[in-house]
């Protein structure tokens, strides 16, 4: 038994592994990993939902009834001291290209007939041909892409599920995720139950129209508590990740990686997912394929976590058809440029009640002592894949510390992230950079790459004297490597969240599937200083002027 320790003072989190599978110790060749047997996440159950424009809220239940507060269970911090950051961009002087479009409000405070129950809102949602789906932990819409017009009262996330049965029906739990798979140009939305017995609850549209049918799974996940999934498309499946935890209270033992049967989705048939439990592979995301043209003929997917001064590359291949042919490989160790997680050396406040793994956050805000928590200890939403034909990439990014080399500390918090290429050959860290051109602090990033090979990344953004922002950067080819254009504010913060210093826990990014050009962006900001959960979130567009003449999905 190992055991690793948070360098923010967090509770230790032991984990049931050998050294050789801990992915702060990976290999730097790729071989499979020893593991018992392959787990089958059987399929609950399916059917087919009413339309969701049938629904309204009186007639589906599962709406919490006081604010609560949405568990964090949190995860190791790699081992290691502070580091002067090798990647480090401490100023940006060319101006940002990239021009905002769309710029309106989705669910929260300022939304008639909505009231936030949760802290965060995990914010999530992506862009179709027409619409804009968003979730916020326990409740969705349906936006017009277009006008920003509202097109479906909001919904509890269960009510996908309504007249399913079981916990997909009877619960509301959240940790929500919203994606548009832009080949077969439908809609997938999941949430978990976080109670035994633990399950994945995945929809899948009938039609582009999100308003409309769609065909709803339930997929067991126990006996181990699967939390904080992200998904991602590939032309063979929905791939999720998944922290997992066992026990009571809850303890660490590792990661999973998940493939379901997209094919069997699409088409309201019986459906499995092929998923592998890896002590290592906590903090992942899957890849998630943006772009008409897809990964070679028979690619995994690939999950990306980080490790000290690494980010390893795990390749799960799925085999639907003959299913002891799949397999997860992995991790290659891609050295990077050294940084230290943000935040690391906050030293542990009082636990609170109800919550003994919580710790104190170290975000500054204007006007108020509460200090946000900045997530440092996984990787963000989304790692954005994309074939150009003559290479692919694979762009993500993770929370680091904006280390003072003068005076030998970390202050504040900056954006790491990273330009992945030679996936199917010799993977290798093509750009890689830390955004921090001043004293403010950044972090819960969300990246993304557009046709043309412009990257974008939204974010929020925040400091002692400044309320929340919600602000976005970018790059195109042609600006020198590693580094981001200067800086745009998406929606002044009016306000600072008192008493709890949960933030995000995740923002979305997405690319517009009707241009492959313009990028879609949702995270929270504050309207007013008070108690949470006292959140709005919005919603924006952004393009840079050199992508044009995309290719049709």
């Not at 290429?421 to 051109?437: E, K, M, V």
């Amino acid at each position: 038994m190992l055991e690793l320790r948070s360098l923010r003072g967090r509770r230790s989190v032991r984990l049931l592994l050998v050294l050789a599978a801990v992915g702060f110790a990976a290999p730097s060749r790729a071989e499979e990993v020893s593991m018992p047997e392959q787990f089958i996440a059987a399929e609950v159950q399916h059917d087919v939902s009413p339309p969701l424009r049938t629904l309204s809220a009186s007639t589906v239940s599962g709406q919490a009834i006081h604010p609560r507060i949405m568990p964090l269970h949190r995860l190791p911090l790699p081992p290691g001291g502070l580091q002067s950051d090798g990647a480090l961009q401490s100023n940006a002087s060319i101006p940002l290209a990239a021009s905002i479009g769309m710029n309106f409000d989705g669910l929260g405070v300022n939304t008639p007939g909505f009231t936030p129950i949760w802290t965060p809102p995990d914010t999530t949602g992506a862009a179709g041909l027409t619409q804009y789906v968003q979730w916020v932990n326990t409740s969705f819409t349906v936006f017009d892409k277009s006008s920003g017009q509202m097109l479906l009262s909001p919904l509890t996330g269960n009510a996908i599920w309504f007249g399913f049965g079981g916990g997909c029906a009877g619960r509301n739990d959240g940790d929500p995720i919203v994606n548009y798979d832009k080949q077969a140009k439908r809609w997938v939305l999941s949430q978990f139950t976080n109670a035994s017995p633990y399950l994945e609850c995945v929809a899948v549209s009938a039609t582009d129209d999100a308003t409309g049918v769609y065909y709803r799974y339930a997929f067991a996940m126990g006996p181990n508590f699967a939390d904080y999934p992200h998904m991602g498309v590939w032309p063979d499946g929905y791939y999720f990740s998944f922290n997992m935890f066992s026990g009571k209270p809850l303890v660490l033992v590792g990661g999973r990686a998940c493939a379901f049967d997209r094919n069997a989705m699409l088409n309201n048939s019986t459906a499995t997912a092929q998923c592998f439990d890896v002590p290592a592979l906590f903090g992942s995301v899957p890849s998630d394929w943006d772009g008409a043209s897809a990964p070679p003929l028979g690619s995994p997917n690939y999950f990306v976590t980080y490790g000290s001064n690494l980010l390893n590359i795990w390749s799960l291949h799925a085999d639907f058809t003959n299913p002891a042919n799949a397999n997860l490989y992995g991790p290659i160790a891609l050295p990077v440029q050294p940084f230290t997680p943000a935040c690391a050396e906050v030293e542990p406040g009082p636990i609170k009640k109800g919550d003994p793994e919580d710790a104190p956050g170290c975000v500054p805000q204007a006007g108020v002592a509460m200090k946000l928590d900045e997530l440092s200890d996984r990787m963000m939403y989304r790692a954005a894949y994309r074939n150009f034909g003559d290479h692919e990439a694979l762009v993500a990014t993770h929370t680091v510390a904006r280390v003072i080399e003068q005076k030998k500390k970390a202050i504040g918090a900056a954006l790491r992230w990273y330009e992945i290429r030679g996936l199917s050959t010799t993977p290798n860290i093509y750009q890689q950079g830390t955004y921090a051109p001043d004293a403010r602090w950044r972090w819960m990033g969300s990246i993304g790459m557009d046709f043309a090979g412009d990257i974008g990344i939204g974010y929020s953004l925040s400091a002692p004297g400044i309320h929340p922002h919600i602000a976005y950067t970018g790059r195109t080819p042609g600006d020198l490597a590693g580094t981001m254009e200067s800086e745009g504010i998406i929606m002044a913060g009016k306000g600072s969240q008192r008493q709890e210093e949960r933030w995000g826990d995740y923002s979305a990014l997405s690319i517009d599937p009707s241009d492959d050009c313009t990028f879609w962006y949702t995270t929270e900001y504050i309207p007013e200083t008070g108690a949470a959960p006292n959140w709005q979130t919005r919603i924006a567009s952004f393009k840079f002027p050199s992508c044009t003449g995309a290719g049709s999905y």
